[in-house]
């Protein structure tokens, strides 16, 4: 008896998560409304809030390409960092696994560096992208930024509703 109650009650659950999810069940995003495939492209790329960002501030040309392609070479340069750090990881459980723990500190030292090395070049990036900007632009960006809503304080607000 307790285990056709328990089935039962088994079924009806797994019935009604397949309901809620509409037979989705695709943790990775299925389902969810992906902006860059609707935003319209720019420029033959799907820049998404670059591409609404170069029309509100009117860049010509010539800053759009500039713009563009300090976009790009800062992420070839993330894309290099985060691998960097992901391989550090490795060899540091590797080092944790062995109980080598002079190995494992020299990694984590090697670790931190070039995160502090890639939050400097993301300022540095800011930087770039800001000093291609005219004073206009740099106004108009400010209350561009000014009027975002930030998740940060979205969060705070729904945490005070509750």
């Known amino acids: 008896m307790k285990r ?20 989705d069940c695709d943790h990775l995003g299925r389902g969810e409304m992906h902006h860059r495939e609707m935003q319209p492209e720019i420029r033959g790329n799907d820049f998404g809030e670059f ?51 002079d190995a494992a500190k020299k990694l984590t030292v090697k670790i931190f560096e070039l995160k502090k090395a890639q939050a400097i070049a993301r300022i540095e990036h800011r930087e770039a992208i800001w000093n291609e900007l005219t004073p206009e632009q740099q106004e108009k960006a400010e209350e561009l930024i000014r009027k975002r809503p930030h998740p940060k304080k979205m969060i705070q607000k729904k945490k005070m509703r509750k």
Request: hydrophobic content about 45%; glycine content about 6%; aromatic content about 4%.
């Open 4 to 23: 056709i109650i328990l089935t039962v009650v088994v079924m009806v659950a797994l019935s009604g998560l397949l309901i809620a999810f509409n037979g």
């Open 51 to 101: 591409g609404m960002l170069c029309e509100e501030l009117e860049l010509t040309d010539t800053q759009i390409d500039e713009l563009e392609q300090l976009r790009v070479d800062h992420k070839k340069a993330t894309i290099e960092t985060h691998s960097q750090i992901a391989i550090l990881h490795v060899d540091q459980k590797g080092a944790f696994k062995d109980h080598n723990f």
